[in-house]
């Protein structure tokens, strides 16, 4: 897997993981609380991390194969 590639998934993968995120702590706090707030730090922290070890748990799957 190239370099530009790999990046071009985690930004990808933490896209998506921000979004959904995002949109489950708000449904939470509208559901739960009644209040329309988002817990950004936590979202950004979970879309980071997630957005780091899906391509590379990928990425250590296909060099595994090759061996």
Excluded: D, Q
Excluded at 5 to 22: E, K, R, S, W, Y
């Amino acid at each position: 897997m190239k370099f530009w590639t790999f990046i071009l998934n985690c930004l990808i993968v933490g896209a998506l993981t921000f979004l959904v995120g995002m949109l489950v702590s708000f449904l939470f706090n509208v559901i739960v609380y009644g209040s329309a707030l988002v817990a950004w730090g936590t979202t950004l922290r979970i879309a980071v991390i997630i957005g780091l070890v899906i391509p590379l748990s990928h990425l250590l799957m296909l060099k595994n194969e090759e061996k």
